[in-house]
């Protein structure tokens, strides 16, 4: 069973793979997206390392001169996707979007490289990676937390990877959509719309993306010219956990440099996020920058938290946050809190379960003794696998697979959990 599930993982992987990159799946998502490649080169880690460095190389070769790392890379036109490289207009030889996404590839690296069977190509691959990751790290510090308060603010739903979380709902209100281009989207054919953010979502989204495009992508205008601007804990959360394994990686390559100062923007940030606990919830939230608000809203952005390396009594108080969860569904974690009116068992992020997040919340808890939860979230994500295959993601309740099917970064998660 075991070994089966492995390989079907492995067939799914490699039908994504373009050689130099993978796609999340095909038809719905056609180019490369950030997040979803680094955490799909763990899984090509199990079984083909030079093409899990390979997959995180192509991803910083198309790193912007100021250090951010794009969201998306066209890397070869396709209509079946909106917004295409038209809309977002920034400029590049190879197009990219101009927003970014959880900046997961500094614990990968570190994860592959402690793993690496090839040590002299992993001393190669992260000696050349190191310094990328590092710039990647220091710019969300120097353009998106410009008052130096130790955490980092998303400017786009977007970024956060959670594209239309109850957590953005309040702020989005702030976003108009006067002076919207007439669009269509493509994601709805492709996938049941009844699953998918809604039109209003949409109609932001691309407000947004034009209010940037309307500065030239100059970074160090947008997050002060953004009416959204969310405090996010899981975002910060891998952060932290980035610069943190870094840290570790770069002293372990002697660069002490880096490594002082990945450690401290870690050990800074950890500090910071106590400001996002909610007692009353007993996990973290979103802080609404724009409103200098806590934004009410239980969603498993602050369970992600766990990820990072938090106080023992705040993974602690996160599992036990997890296990009344799952009083209210079938399996865990659900991405919005069940029993919140807001609650959407099938629709995107604001109610089904998605293995990597999943994955490096199990991981963080793991780390901090709670392994009794992390073997159970590892345990769900197999009992989801067997009901409905490696889809993108899952009804918490019924285990219904949604949205695109054969999803590179779900079967590298399996390949994870199994190996
Ligand atoms: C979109 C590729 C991406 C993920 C995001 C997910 C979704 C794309 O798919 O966003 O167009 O909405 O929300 O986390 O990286 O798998």
Redesign the pocket.
């Known amino acids: 069973m075991t070994q089966k599930m492995i390989d079907q993982a492995k067939a799914v992987m490699r039908k994504n793979d373009r050689g130099l990159y993978t796609v999340?799946?095909q038809g719905?998502?056609p180019f490369q997206?950030?997040?979803?490649s680094a955490l799909s080169a763990l899984g090509f880690a199990h079984f083909d390392e030079p093409r899990a460095w390979t997959e995180i190389e192509t991803l910083f070769a198309h790193q912007w001169e100021d250090g951010m790392l794009p969201?998306?890379i066209f890397h070869q036109p396709d209509d079946g996707?909106f917004p295409g490289p038209d809309v977002w207009a920034t400029g590049r030889a190879v197009p990219t979007t101009g927003i970014t996404?959880?900046p997961v590839a500094g614990f990968a690296v570190r994860r592959i490289f402690d793993r690496a069977r090839d040590k002299a190509l992993a001393v190669e691959k992260a000696r050349a990676l190191l310094p990328q990751i590092h710039a990647w790290h220091q710019w969300f510090f120097a353009n998106r937390d410009p008052q130096g308060t130790g955490l980092v603010a998303i400017i786009h739903p977007?970024e956060?990877?959670?594209?239309?979380s109850v957590d953005w709902d309040a702020a989005f209100e702030r976003v108009p959509t006067e002076g919207v281009e007439p669009f269509t989207r493509r994601?709805t054919s492709h996938a049941n719309p009844e699953h998918?953010?809604t039109d209003e979502q949409y109609k932001r989204y691309i407000w947004l993306v034009q209010k940037f495009r309307s500065l030239g992508w100059d970074n160090s205008k947008l997050h002060d010219a953004s009416p959204f601007q969310i405090v996010d804990p899981g975002f910060n959360a891998i952060l932290m956990r980035s610069c943190a394994d870094l840290a570790d990686l770069a002293e372990s390559l002697g660069e002490t440099q880096i490594a002082d100062q990945s450690r401290a923007m870690a050990d800074k940030g950890i500090a910071a996020m106590e400001t996002l606990w909610s007692d009353a919830h007993g996990q973290y939230l979103c802080f609404d920058r724009s409103i200098g608000a806590l934004v009410d809203s239980p969603s498993i952005g602050g369970i992600l938290a766990a990820f990072a390396p938090i106080p023992q009594a705040r993974a602690r108080a996160i599992s036990e946050r997890i296990k009344v969860l799952a009083e209210s569904c079938t399996y865990l974690v659900p991405s919005h809190d069940p029993t919140a009116p807001e609650f959407d068992a099938l629709r995107?992020?604001r109610g089904p379960i998605?293995l990597?997040v999943n994955y490096m919340i199990s991981d963080g808890l793991e780390f901090a003794g709670q392994t009794a939860v992390a073997d159970r979230i590892n345990r769900d994500c197999l009992r989801l696998i067997e009901q409905g295959g490696f889809a993108?993601y899952y009804g918490p309740i019924g285990a219904e697979p949604c949205?695109?099917d054969t999803?590179?970064?779900t079967a590298a998660m399996v390949i994870e959990i199994l190996s």
């Open positions: 999340p799946t719905l998502y997206w950030n997040w979803d969201h998306i996707y996404q959880p977007w956060s990877g959670r594209d239309n994601d998918r953010p995107y992020w998605w990597i993108e949205g695109g999803f590179t970064w």
